[in-house]
């Protein structure tokens, strides 16, 4: 080969290594232009807070306020010293740790501390609890989306769901790992959502509610209603919904259930609507029955708690009698089903989009012609069943001398932490005399005194009380399935709170339900106390 050819071929090969040479310092320093014309989808989004809209007690303080915290957005691909970043987050087992740095994907973890260290980006952010909910039935929670599952969270999510949240985008690969070096898109903004809902819900008394129905009540539930307003002030479920480990949640029976606004067996409570149509009716507090342990009806024996012989209605009241309340209603069908559908019974009652208190269920009026159906209905059994908030109901009306205020949960949206619009008007109506009403609010004091609800009695302020145990005709473990209950307003002078416990598989009312009552009671008066006291 001459000297000229072989000049000429290593000239072609230098001009090739110039343009290979160029090519690869092209790529390495424009790796963005590749990503630029690579699929959108290479990418992960990363939301780092959703500043969602906030929900408000009556007072427009948060319920189940925001907590601040440190999040580290994480690269794994650049991360030097594993266990040291192990070490400072606050909420990730060893093993869910791990498991996130193998996939070397972006994430996200809450930081016990500030970390600047590469492939770790802090804010302070705020975020909603992710466990210890207030009134977790009646907000709900959210999704991965941060779209809301139940509750107000799904009944406003639209208000709610900000428009704007902070996230962060990572470029990455086919297989979703991060590709270390691009750097991380930054979008949306801190702020929080100007718009929010404001709650009938008083977060004091329901945080006693939440405690107090958590510590006696294992399944059931309790509701308390301002007696004047008809508003919920506080609702409490049974057993309690872990939003932090909704898999633990799942294997527990009930949890997912807001039982406040679920239809279950009455028993004697219903005795107050009994009273009330026969006082209205011309019947006298001191008209007296005979009572031998029980009464035959069309052929059925139906018994009593003992055998009470002559009593009057204050004390056939207290002492749950159900012979006397079995002959004061008969072929007073008419009269006491039109009752019971004025106070709502048998009605559902539509609290926020979705969330919905069930109807429950009522006897019709030809099938109370029938003297055993009549008598059932009478005591609170046979077709006839109610949920918390409609018995809590029935004894605001009485609290209330006899004025009905349809059970409200939301007064209104707001916006910057004001409120800007209300709901419509609280339906109300006066079904009972003023006078019938006082006369039953006396019995029920003279109960809680001295009657089957003396365990419900607080200790300083006095209450109205009734106690019920229903028969649902369920097995369960060889045993008859009874629906505790403890129905009462306090305080007994000038009553501000009406309050409806429930206990499933229950001892009876008064044992299973009263403790609760006492204690949400004197929980109220020791918190105003105090604060009168400040």
């Given at each position: 080969?001459?000297?000229?050819?072989?000049?000429s071929?290593?000239f072609?090969?230098?001009i090739?290594?110039?343009?290979?040479?160029?090519?690869?310092?092209?790529l390495?320093?424009d790796?963005?232009?590749v990503?630029?014309?690579?699929?959108?989808?290479?990418?992960?989004k990363i939301?780092?807070?959703?500043?969602?809209?906030?929900i408000?007690?009556r007072n427009?303080k948060?319920?189940s306020?925001?907590?601040?915290?440190?999040?580290?957005?994480?690269d794994?691909l650049?991360?030097?010293d594993k266990n040291?970043?192990?070490?400072?987050t606050?909420?990730?087992t060893?093993?869910?740790?791990?498991?996130?740095?193998e996939?070397?994907s972006?994430f996200?973890?809450?930081?016990k501390a500030?970390q600047?260290?590469?492939?770790?980006?802090t804010?302070?952010?705020?975020?909603?609890?992710?466990s210890?909910?207030?009134?977790?039935h009646?907000?709900?929670?959210?999704?991965?989306?941060k779209?809301?599952?139940?509750?107000?969270?799904?009944?406003?999510?639209?208000?709610?769901?900000?428009?704007?949240?902070l996230?962060v985008?990572?470029?990455?690969?086919?297989?979703?790992r991060?590709?270390?070096?691009?750097?991380?898109?930054?979008?949306?903004?801190?702020?929080?959502?100007?718009?929010?809902?404001?709650l009938?819900i008083?977060?004091?008394?329901?945080?006693?509610?939440?405690?107090?129905?958590?510590k006696?009540?294992?399944?059931?539930a309790?509701?308390?209603?301002?007696?004047?307003?008809?508003?919920?002030?506080?609702?409490?479920?049974?057993?309690s919904?872990d939003?932090?480990d909704?898999?633990?949640?799942?294997?527990?029976?009930?949890?997912?259930?807001?039982?406040?606004?679920?239809?279950?067996?009455?028993?004697?409570?219903?005795k107050?609507?009994?009273?009330?149509?026969y006082?209205?009716n011309?019947?006298s507090?001191?008209?007296t029955?005979?009572?031998?342990?029980?009464?035959?009806v069309?052929?059925?024996?139906?018994?009593?708690?003992?055998?009470h012989?002559?009593l009057?209605?204050?004390s056939?009241?207290s002492?749950?009698?159900n012979t006397?309340f079995?002959?004061?209603?008969?072929?007073?069908?008419?009269e006491?089903?039109?009752?019971?559908?004025s106070l709502?019974f048998g009605t559902?009652?539509t609290?926020?989009p979705?969330?919905?208190?069930?109807?429950?269920s009522?006897p019709?009026?030809?099938?109370l012609?029938?003297s055993i159906?009549?008598?059932?209905?009478?005591i609170?059994q046979g077709?006839?069943m109610?949920?918390?908030?409609?018995?809590a109901s029935?004894?605001q009306?009485?609290?209330n001398?006899?004025?009905?205020?349809?059970?409200?949960?939301?007064?209104?949206k707001?916006?910057k932490?004001?409120l800007?619009s209300?709901?419509?008007?609280?339906?109300?109506?006066?079904?009972i005399?003023?006078?019938?009403?006082?006369?039953?609010?006396?019995?029920?004091?003279?109960?809680?005194?001295n009657?089957?609800?003396?365990?419900?009695?607080?200790?300083?302020?006095?209450?109205?009380?009734k106690t019920?145990t229903?028969?649902?005709g369920?097995?369960?473990?060889?045993?008859?399935?009874?629906?505790?209950?403890?129905?009462?307003?306090?305080?007994?002078?000038?009553p501000k709170?009406?309050?409806?416990?429930?206990?499933?598989?229950?001892?009876?009312?008064?044992?299973?339900?009263?403790?609760?009552f006492?204690?949400?009671a004197?929980a109220n008066?020791?918190?105003?106390?105090?604060?009168?006291?400040?």
């Amino acid at each position: 080969m001459s000297i000229k050819r072989y000049g000429s071929l290593m000239f072609s090969l230098g001009i090739l290594l110039i343009a290979l040479i160029g090519r690869v310092f092209y790529l390495s320093v424009d790796k963005s232009a590749v990503m630029a014309s690579s699929d959108h989808s290479r990418e992960k989004k990363i939301t780092i807070t959703d500043n969602r809209g906030v929900i408000y007690d009556r007072n427009l303080k948060k319920i189940s306020p925001n907590k601040e915290v440190i999040l580290g957005v994480i690269d794994p691909l650049l991360i030097t010293d594993k266990n040291a970043l192990f070490e400072n987050t606050a909420e990730l087992t060893k093993e869910e740790f791990d498991k996130k740095i193998e996939l070397q994907s972006p994430f996200t973890a809450v930081l016990k501390a500030d970390q600047n260290v590469p492939g770790v980006t802090t804010f302070k952010v705020n975020t909603p609890p992710a466990s210890d909910i207030l009134a977790v039935h009646t907000i709900g929670y959210l999704d991965d989306s941060k779209n809301g599952v139940c509750g107000i969270q799904k009944a406003y999510n639209d208000l709610l769901k900000s428009d704007s949240p902070l996230t962060v985008t990572f470029p990455v690969d086919a297989v979703r790992r991060a590709i270390s070096g691009l750097g991380a898109k930054f979008e949306g903004s801190y702020e929080a959502s100007d718009s929010g809902v404001m709650l009938t819900i008083d977060s004091e008394l329901q945080e006693i509610c939440d405690s107090v129905t958590k510590k006696y009540i294992k399944n059931g539930a309790s509701v308390i209603l301002d007696v004047k307003s008809g508003e919920i002030v506080a609702m409490t479920s049974t057993p309690s919904l872990d939003t932090a480990d909704l898999g633990a949640s799942i294997k527990t029976e009930g949890a997912f259930v807001n039982k406040c606004l679920t239809p279950f067996n009455v028993g004697s409570a219903f005795k107050i609507c009994d009273t009330a149509v026969y006082l209205e009716n011309g019947g006298s507090i001191y008209d007296t029955k005979v009572c031998k342990g029980g009464k035959m009806v069309a052929g059925r024996y139906i018994s009593c708690m003992d055998s009470h012989q002559k009593l009057d209605l204050i004390s056939a009241f207290s002492k749950s009698c159900n012979t006397y309340f079995i002959d004061i209603m008969q072929n007073r069908q008419t009269e006491l089903l039109t009752l019971a559908k004025s106070l709502g019974f048998g009605t559902s009652n539509t609290l926020a989009p979705g969330l919905v208190s069930k109807q429950g269920s009522l006897p019709t009026e030809k099938s109370l012609t029938s003297s055993i159906a009549l008598a059932n209905f009478s005591i609170g059994q046979g077709d006839f069943m109610a949920t918390p908030l409609q018995l809590a109901s029935l004894v605001q009306t009485i609290a209330n001398d006899g004025v009905y205020k349809k059970p409200t949960l939301v007064i209104g949206k707001t916006q910057k932490g004001k409120l800007i619009s209300r709901e419509n008007a609280v339906e109300e109506k006066q079904i009972i005399s003023t006078k019938t009403a006082k006369e039953i609010k006396d019995i029920m004091i003279n109960t809680a005194y001295n009657g089957t609800a003396r365990m419900a009695l607080p200790d300083k302020i006095g209450a109205g009380a009734k106690t019920s145990t229903a028969e649902t005709g369920i097995l369960k473990d060889g045993k008859l399935i009874k629906q505790g209950w403890l129905v009462g307003f306090f305080p007994a002078t000038s009553p501000k709170y009406a309050v409806a416990v429930l206990s499933e598989n229950a001892l009876g009312g008064a044992r299973s339900c009263g403790p609760c009552f006492k204690d949400i009671a004197n929980a109220n008066a020791n918190a105003n106390a105090n604060a009168n006291a400040k």
